[in-house]
């Protein structure tokens, strides 16, 4: 829908717009499942971001409409309220607010407190407030999953002094507990990098008159290792508590679940590493399915990585050389060489192409894009050349249809006109940028308001 002035509008805003087990695969009903209205076990959270639990004690959506015109690529800019993307900065545990439109970075902040770190995963809702989960250091230590507010009058002014304190740019990075559009933390009692939250994503939950919920829920996920499953919780978006919590018999690699995404319905997809398996846990009952991932086709062995659904809610999944589908009407899995060694991240657009992060770290087939036509299975391009490309990561599309790719060795994030493939512009001074799924929004919009037709 439109207002009055004929800007896209989305609700009451307007936004832009991410492990092989050698045991016996566990049966699905062996899944446990924990429905918390007001948990006494469980790690909490609070509005005050300074305040974590003792890891001892245990264990949103608007509307983007954009006309009855499918094709969202590139045409004059829209007049938006606001369009960010959301890109962590994992060695140094911040996350970075780009402005999708001018490639300003309008805000930076701290991620978690001294005890998390390594930010890999942000998920946008459809309010644009974003989640970023914290996925643990590499020689210890907690993860954790924080809530930043991206409109400033929606922020609380919690030292009442009459204003909000926050960020305003790069060189502004607030002290842990100041920044006063952090909503909340919640840490997740993990014990090193490879067991902390990654899959990380909000419901797209629509009132009656089709505008966003205002407070959507979180989905959540971990390894609890000791226990030797993936921990998933869903919380509440408002406060960060614990609402319901599914346990899933896990043995993949060492690595706990990798990559999630959410579909119309608010099911959870989830994805093991390496070698999956792909998960989905219903919104409603919390039943859990698991599926298995087929046999990969060629000679390279599998490496399931990035994860994103289409506009039918099919999710495809990014492996060595290969693309896969799966089919939830059929049931049936659908496989596409691609040709290239490493794929990466992935989002879906809506006119039905994925776009690939291609890492040639290890191989020959260059550094760029990959592009496939999600409806006839073609691939448009193997790898799509980004001048001054090297460990490309990430994928992510804004709401004017371009693609954001982040590059974690170079520090910088490129913008991508879909159509003519050339560079528009390129945010730089990032920091060790480590960052897959929804960064803008534009993933979950796609497959609550898919195109018409």
């Known amino acids: 829908m439109q207002d009055l002035n004929g800007r896209v509008r989305i609700g009451a805003v307007l936004v832009a717009a991410m492990l092989v087990g050698c045991a016996e695969p566990p049966r699905e009903d062996e899944a446990v499942v924990e429905s918390q209205t007001n948990p006494t076990n469980n790690p909490t959270s609070s509005s005050d971001p300074t305040t974590t639990t003792d890891p001892t004690l245990g264990d949103e959506t608007g509307k983007l409409d954009i006309g009855e015109d499918?094709?969202?690529?590139p045409e004059p800019p829209l007049e938006v309220e606001f369009s960010y993307i959301w890109i962590a900065n994992s060695d140094p545990g911040t996350v970075s607010k780009i402005d999708t439109q001018t490639g300003e970075e309008v805000a930076r902040y701290e991620t978690g407190p001294s005890d998390q770190a390594e930010p890999s995963r942000t998920s946008v809702n459809l309010l644009g407030d974003v989640a970023v989960s914290n996925r643990g250091s590499e020689i210890g230590g907690f993860g954790g999953v924080t809530k930043i507010v991206t409109r400033e009058e929606d922020?609380?002014?919690r030292n009442g002094n009459g204003t909000i304190?926050?960020?305003n740019g790069p060189d502004n990075v607030l002290e842990?507990?100041?920044d006063e559009c952090v909503a909340w933390n919640l840490l997740i009692p993990s014990d090193i990098f490879e067991h902390g939250p990654?899959?990380?994503a909000w419901e797209g939950t629509l009132t009656k008159n089709g505008d966003p919920d205002p407070n959507p829920r979180l989905w959540v996920g971990w390894y609890a290792f000791e226990e030797n499953v993936a921990r998933i919780h869903r919380l509440d978006g408002a406060t960060g508590q614990i609402q319901d919590t599914v346990d899933i018999p896990w043995n993949a690699l060492d690595y706990g679940p990798y990559g999630g995404a959410v579909n119309r319905d608010g099911d959870f997809w989830v994805l093991g590493w390496q070698l999956g398996p792909l998960i989905r846990i219903d919104s409603e009952t919390l039943e859990v399915e698991r599926i298995e991932l087929p046999a990969q086709p060629g000679?390279?062995?599998m490496l399931s990585y990035g994860m994103a659904l289409d506009q039918l809610g099919n999710p495809w999944l990014t492996s060595r050389g290969v693309a896969m589908k799966y089919d939830v009407g059929t049931a049936q899995w659908q496989t596409i060489e691609t040709g290239n060694q490493l794929m990466r991240g992935m989002m879906i657009d809506r006119d039905n192409r994925a776009w690939i992060a291609v890492d040639d770290t290890g191989a020959s087939n260059g550094c760029g894009l990959g592009l496939i036509d999600t409806v006839t299975g073609d691939v448009m391009a193997e790898a799509i050349e980004l001048p001054g490309c090297a460990t490309p990561v990430g994928i992510s599309i804004d709401v004017e249809g371009f693609v954001w790719v982040v590059d974690q060795t170079v520090d910088s994030a490129f913008k991508i006109n879909p159509d003519t493939f050339a560079t528009e512009l390129v945010v730089d001074n990032l920091d060790d940028p480590y960052t897959y799924s929804d960064?803008?929004?534009?993933g979950l919009n796609l497959v609550v308001n898919?195109?018409?037709g």
């Open 70 to 73: 499918t094709d969202t690529g």
């Open 155 to 157: 922020c609380e002014d």
């Open 165 to 167: 304190d926050t960020s």
């Open 176 to 178: 842990w507990g100041e």
């Open 198 to 200: 990654r899959p990380t």
């Open 299 to 301: 000679k390279d062995p």
């Open 439 to 442: 960064m803008t929004g534009f």
């Open 450 to 452: 898919p195109p018409a």
